[in-house]
C-alpha cells in the first residue's frame, strides 16, 4: 500500500511543479491532494493524468496524510507546519521559514540525506534556497575531493524565482516595451525586462540582502560550517533557471581535469564544457531538467588551488520541487516513514 501525499500551495509555480514529479518520478502514492487557500477552492490541477480538485487549507483534515509538501509561503508554514506535523505528517517546507531552526534538517539529497532521520524531532524538513540547492550538489564533492575553503558566487536568478508574479511582471513590461505602452513596476523594485537587479529579498544591516545571507547560512548548515562564502544575489530577465559564476578556493590543490572527473561521477550533476562557442550550458536548456548543469571550468590564478566555474540549473525542480520530491523518497527508501494505511 502507497502514502498519502498533501500538496500545500497546489495553485502556485512550485505546488504544480511537485505535482508534476510527484507524477513523472511514480511516487507510491495511493492518494495525492491538492491543497490551497480558501480563494482557491475547487481550482482545477493536473496530477499525471488526473485532474485533482483543490481543497481549502483551512478546512482540511490530515490525520491521514503521510508526507505534506508545503509550498504556500513562509507566514503560512510558520502556524500551518506545526500543527500538521501534530497531526501526523511529515512536512517538507519549500519556504525559508524552518531552514535555521537547528531542530529542522536543511537537505539536499546528493549532498546531506543522511540528516533526512533527524526528522523526527519536529516532524519537518526544510527545503533550501533555490540558489543555495543547485550550488551544494557541485560544491559537495569538490569538498569530499580536496576540502574547500571559501567560495565567491554571483547569482543571475530567474524571475520565476518571485513567483508567478514576477513572471507576469517580466511578461506585461516586455510587452510594453514592443507596444510602446507604459512599463509598470510592481513586484520588482526597477523595471526588470532588458535590465538586471543586483537586489533579491529584503537588505540587511551589513549592506548584504537576505537572499545573499541565505545562501552563506545555508551552505554552512548543509554542507561545512566551516566553508567561507560571499554571495551577490542578482535578477535576471529570465522565466526559468538559475545561473551562477562560481570561485572557488581550495586547501588541497585541484585541476581542471580532475574536477571534471569528480562532476562527471557526481550524483545530480551534467558536465558540459566544451571551449568553444556553445559549449556550455545556459537556463534556456536547464529548464524543465533535473540535473545542474556545470560549464566554464577553469583555473583561478589569483588564489592558491583556485577554480572558477558556471552552473545552471532549474530553480523550479531541483531549487524546489524536485528536491522536496526527492527528500520525500529519502523518506521512503530508508524506511523512516510508514503508510498510516498500511500501519493500521
Known sequence: ???????????????????????????????????????????????GDKILKVKALEHYDFSDVDICLMS????????????????????????????????????VPEVNADAVADFRKKGIIANPNCSTAQLVVVLKPLHDKAKIKRVVVSTYQSVSGAGKD?????DRQTKAIYSLGEIETKKFPKRIAFNVIPHIDVFMD???????????????????????????????????????????????????????????????????????????????????????????????????????????????RKGAALNAVQIAECLVNRKLLQAKKKAA
Open 1 to 47: 500500500m502507497g502514502y498519502k501525499i498533501a500538496v500545500v500551495g497546489a495553485t502556485g509555480n512550485v505546488g504544480r511543479e511537485m505535482l508534476e514529479i510527484l507524477a513523472e518520478r511514480r511516487f507510491p502514492a495511493d492518494e495525492v491532494v491538492a491543497i490551497a487557500s480558501r480563494r482557491s477552492q475547487g481550482v482545477e490541477v493536473s496530477y
Open 72 to 107: 504556500a509561503g513562509g507566514s503560512v508554514s510558520k502556524e500551518w507546519s506545526p500543527k500538521i506535523a501534530a497531526a501526523g505528517a511529515v512536512v517538507i517546507d519549500n519556504s525559508s521559514a524552518w531552514r535555521y531552526d537547528s531542530d529542522v534538517p536543511l537537505i
Open 166 to 170: 514576477g513572471m507576469d511582471e517580466l
Open 206 to 316: 551589513d549592506g548584504s540582502t537576505k537572499e545573499e545571507w541565505k545562501m552563506v547560512a545555508e551552505t554552512k548548515k548543509i554542507l561545512d560550517s566551516r566553508i567561507k562564502l560571499h554571495a551577490t544575489c542578482v535578477r535576471v530577465p529570465v522565466f526559468i533557471g538559475h545561473s551562477e559564476a562560481v570561485n572557488i578556493e581550495f586547501e588541497n590543490p585541484i585541476s581542471v581535469d580532475e574536477v571534471h572527473e569528480v562532476l562527471r561521477r557526481a550524483p545530480g550533476v551534467l558536465v558540459i564544457d566544451k571551449r568553444e562557442p556553445g559549449g556550455y550550458a545556459t537556463p534556456y536548456e536547464a529548464a524543465g531538467e533535473d540535473a545542474t548543469y556545470v560549464s566554464r571550468v577553469r583555473d583561478d590564478p589569483t588564489v592558491d588551488n583556485g577554480i572558477a566555474l558556471w552552473c545552471v540549473s532549474d530553480n523550479l
